[in-house]
């Protein structure tokens, strides 16, 4: 049943402070950030900034883009581009919200789990 | 269509046989209206009987919130009258609702037993108010906000007076918490969400909204998750999980709708959220069509009122043998509370691919955002002035190619569509000389055109001269068109000033006044009055605006922790594998067998990979998970220790030599002073890292001569001297004062502080600072004027009576407690519960 679903259930929207983050660890995987927008969107990237592998779940979150904590570059929460002259590209994982629940693609979240 | 005839048949109408046999499963207004557009295109067709559960004729519901209100009347809201159903020869079943469909029969049976057969079944059950299944939400007094009675209840409730909660700060909750107040109440809204109508509203527009529903009397309580209702039988009161207890005599739960689809599903039609329909509202039955906000349409269910006119033309089309086909509708909100004006359609959601122009005028109370992808604009929000709301809206539904008209769409239609116009300086030059420029000091253009031809050749000369656009700024660019038009090719352009981000205009000295001046206290208020350009600033300027207020406003400050740079969100320094380094304070350097015997249990626990010793004489212990920093906080805080703020814009460390007490050239108690200094002035907030040294003699081993703030101890005192930074540009410090006593130095300490705190920009060490505005300039405030070092020696205590706290033990106590969780975790193929 779990094993089939297309989505898994990572619990309620207010868990994630508007303009926050929270850290989703896939064992044997990459972890994931999910993040808040002030408008209330929810979207997840992998937890690796492509300039240094910056924890972006630490960032600050503003517009729909957030900071990379250690050399302040923007990325994109959806397309996980790297914005402004910075170029590098961060995994975007599927997320979708469901009666107040967060939902996040299993194949999308479990890439590169062994 | 061949029914047998067994039908209960009080028409008058002649031979209804011949006619097909509609029966439309809704009395509101979904199904009214379709019988009106089926009437409209073909009157004979069908013999039409609609049944109803409430127990009286169709009115316009969306109306129930200025019946509440007492802006209308019941009478008022009535769409059709019992006359409309004899006319048309409608049978209305009104009080006796359907319970359930024999679609192989094909009849519909009702809650009195009647059975009536169809040909042709329209179902327009509408929606449902959705219920939080708390404790006590079914107590009497606690009512949803759906039809006419509970309209009546409410105002029984309200006639007593007393206190109202809503529940659900969105379009319907507002609406009744409106009414309920203007009936009396005292109304407290609970809204989950940190904004108010998230789904129609940004954060910005959220804000006004809301600072004007709580000076109309209101409270709204954001974020606010109800555990429980109180009360033995009546409803007393609501508590949350936070643990805070409202009173309560009323509670109107608003937290939204879901489509009313129990009967279609005991039928077996096609139900996902809502009963599914194709284009022409067919349900998975060909004979049974579906209407309103019970249907789900390309994935869509709809709760407002426009998607429903559209959804009922395509139905009559189709039932009138003329298909035209529904394709889903662009929805538009008005919030209906007489002097708010607020408007939101379509998607702002924003995006990489999207544009926001965003105008805000302070003075009048207006936000303006549209967002435009390519060359059509997706989203508009407009609050304060909604008159070009449905020239937006038309844009928006038309997929309007807007590029010829992009420079002057925020402006809206007036302005945009003047014709040859566009080219803001050509319209700017085509408004009379007595067009105001400067609504905030009353300047008209003739008056700024006379400042420019008297003399002023940039903008700050026009500010100075005749006042325009000195205040809130947003008729900078009108100002800077009239000089762009009237020195031609004399204009030397923009001014040189660097505006504190590229989300505003203004310098971070006008922000600064601005915050004093206008008593700003949010960051949301400071990105309205000053007019961002952005929705919610950005990286640099939110972690300023948070300062600035911290600063500014000590006591009524909200702390914003999406406004911290991590390290200060964290209070750890994060290091470049994602791990955190922790510092705790040693009192001026020095430290004690226990707390090193903490440091070394703590370092071992969680397993720290480095244990280093600082350049501000403290240990720092390297490698700590988020997840563990509240342990390891509290293991230090259990050896006497606080956090040493080693991540903050704020007093990093006070560093000292051993002095007098064992040093044979020491001249006074250095380590002692040192302590002092440290103790009143830990845990404070700066414009950037502040380090502070004492050295016991001219040796300086402390190294006071490159610190923020240094103290070199002579026989006969302190010199104190500020200014110093070891860091790429090696600065010496310069010499401010000298103390004859301890008590005189920590004065001057504490006012050179305070004097950086509220004066330099953010993220300016002290070096810049002092080179900028000059040693003369602060000996002046400092040394000088007494009265005016102990002022700000009294502001820098204040606010230290306010921000010197341990933020380590907070955080111990269990205070954001979701920043060191995880949300959850996934292991491949089983999911442990969320923390």
């Known amino acids: 049943m779990m094993v089939e679903a297309k989505w898994i259930d990572i619990g309620p929207v207010e868990q994630l402070p508007a303009l926050g983050a929270r850290t989703l660890p896939v064992q044997g995987g990459q972890e994931i950030a999910i993040f808040r927008t002030a408008t209330g969107s929810i979207h997840a990237l992998a937890n690796k900034c492509p300039h240094k592998d910056g924890p972006l779940s630490q960032g600050m979150v503003h517009d729909t883009s957030v900071t990379c904590p250690l050399h302040n570059w923007r990325i994109s929460l959806l397309t996980g581009e790297a914005l402004g002259e910075d170029k590098g590209c961060v995994p975007v994982i599927p997320v979708k919200v469901d009666a107040g629940r967060i939902y996040i693609e299993r194949v999308a979240a479990l890439a590169g789990v062994a | 269509m061949n029914a047998p005839v067994t039908i209960d048949d009080k028409q008058e109408h002649a031979s209804p046989h011949e006619r097909e046999r509609l029966v439309v499963i809704g009395n509101g207004m979904a199904g009214c209206r379709a019988v009106e557009e089926i009437l409209s295109r073909d009157a004979d067709r069908y013999a039409i009987t609609i049944f109803g559960a409430e127990p009286r004729v169709n009115y316009d519901r969306i109306m129930l919130s200025p019946v509440l209100a007492g802006d209308k009347s019941f009478e008022e809201i009535i769409i059709n009258d019992q006359s409309w159903y004899d006319d048309n020869g409608i049978e209305l079943v009104s009080g006796d609702a359907v319970i359930a469909i024999k679609r192989e029969a094909r009849e519909v049976v009702s809650a009195s037993g009647r059975v009536t057969p169809y040909d042709r079944l329209l179902i327009a059950t509408g929606s449902d108010p959705f219920i939080i299944p708390v404790p006590g939400h079914k107590l009497s007094g606690v009512i949803t906000f759906r039809d006419l009675d509970d309209v009546d209840k409410m105002l029984t409730a309200a006639e007593t007076g007393g206190h109202a909660v809503v529940i659900g700060g969105g379009l319907l909750g507002l609406e009744a918490a409106h009414g309920l107040s203007l009936r009396g109440m005292k109304v407290t809204v609970l809204h989950l969400m940190p904004t108010l109508m998230e789904r129609q509203l940004d954060e910005a527009a959220g804000f006004l909204l809301r600072s004007e529903l709580e000076r109309r009397g209101q409270t709204i309580i954001t974020q606010a998750d109800t555990a429980e209702i109180m009360g033995d039988s009546h409803v007393t009161g609501v508590k949350l999980k936070d643990g805070t207890e409202i009173d309560a005599d009323l509670v109107v739960m608003a937290v939204g709708i879901k489509p009313s689809v129990n009967l279609a599903k005991t039928a077996e039609l096609e139900v996902e959220r809502g009963i599914v329909v194709d284009d022409d509202m067919v349900t998975s039955d060909p004979a049974i069509l579906a209407v309103g906000e019970c249907v789900q349409h ?91 709301g ?124 601005n915050i004093l001046e206008k008593e700003l206290k949010s960051i949301p208020q400071v990105m309205q009055e000053l007019h961002w350009t952005t929705p919610d600033g950005c990286a640099s300027c939110r972690p300023a605006l948070n300062y600035y207020l911290l600063c500014a406003w000590p006591t009524e ?19 470049k594998d994602g791990t955190y380094s922790v510092v705790p ?75 007098s007490e064992w040093c044979r050239f020491g001249t006074q108690d250095s380590t002692g002073l040192g302590i002092k200094a440290e103790q009143m002035t830990w845990g404070s907030w700066m414009p950037h890292k502040f380090k502070i040294a004492v050295s016991g003699c001219p040796r300086n081993c402390a190294e006071a001569s490159i610190k923020d703030l240094g103290i070199i101890c002579v026989d006969s005192g302190y010199e104190l001297s500020v200014g110093g930074n070891g860091g790429i540009h090696l600065r010496g410090t310069d010499f401010l004062c000298k103390a004859e006593t301890e008590e005189a130095a920590l004065e001057y300490i504490a006012a050179f502080v305070q004097l950086y705190r509220e004066e330099a920009r953010y993220l300016d060490r002290t070096a810049p600072w002092v080179e900028r505005v000059g040693m003369d300039y602060i000996k002046g405030r400092i040394v000088e004027d007494e009265p005016g070092r102990k002022a700000l020696q009294e502001r820098f205590l204040f606010a230290q009576s306010v921000h010197q706290k341990d933020p380590w033990a907070e955080r111990v106590a269990g205070a954001e407690s979701h920043l060191h969780k995880h949300i959850a975790e996934i292991r491949p193929f089983a999911i442990l519960e969320p923390a």
């Open chain 2, 298 to 388: 390309r994935g869509a269910c709809y709760g407002l009122v426009a998607p429903l006119w559209e959804m009922c033309r395509a139905l009559a089309d189709f039932m009138t043998s003329d298909p035209s086909g529904y394709v889903g509708s662009v929805t538009a909100t008005k919030l209906k509370v007489s002097g708010i004006n607020l408007f939101s359609a379509g998607d702002f959601s924003g995006g990489d691919d999207t544009e926001d122009i965003v105008m805000r005028d302070a003075s009048r109370g207006v936000y303006k955002r549209v967002v435009v992808k390519g060359d059509r604009l997706i989203g508009a929000v407009l609050y304060g002035d909604t008159a070009d």
């Open chain 2, 585 to 659: 304070r040693m009192w001026g350097g020095i430290t004690t067998p226990n707390e090193l015997r903490a440091i070394a249990d703590a370092a071992d626990k969680y397993e720290a990979r480095l244990v280093k010793v600082t350049g501000g004489q403290r240990l720092d212990i390297f490698g700590i998970k988020k997840e563990d920093l509240p342990s390891i906080w509290a293991d230090l805080n259990a050896a006497g220790m606080v956090s040493g703020h080693a991540y903050g814009k704020a007093l990093r460390t006070v560093k000292t030599c051993v002095g």
């Open chain 2, 390 to 513: 449905s020239w937006y809206f038309d844009l928006l539904k038309r997929q309007e190619d807007i590029s010829d008209i992009r420079e002057a769409l925020i402006f809206g239609q007036a302005f945009a569509s003047g014709g040859a116009t566009l080219d803001p300086d050509s319209a700017v030059a085509a408004l009379s000389l007595d067009a105001e420029i400067c609504g905030c000091n009353g300047v008209t253009k003739g008056q700024v055109v006379a400042c420019i031809d008297g003399g002023a050749n940039d903008l700050d000369s026009v500010r100075a001269g005749c006042k325009a656009s000195a205040s809130c700024g947003s008729c900078t660019g009108l100002v800077e068109s009239l000089l762009s038009i009237s020195l031609g090719e004399d204009y030397g352009g923009a001014r040189t000033v660097t505006p504190m981000c590229q989300c505003t205009s203004f310098t971070h000295e006008d922000v600064r006044r």
């Open chain 2, 557 to 575: 400050h909200e702390e914003d922790p999406q406004s911290r740079f991590v390290n200060e969100r964290m209070h750890a320094n994060i290091q």
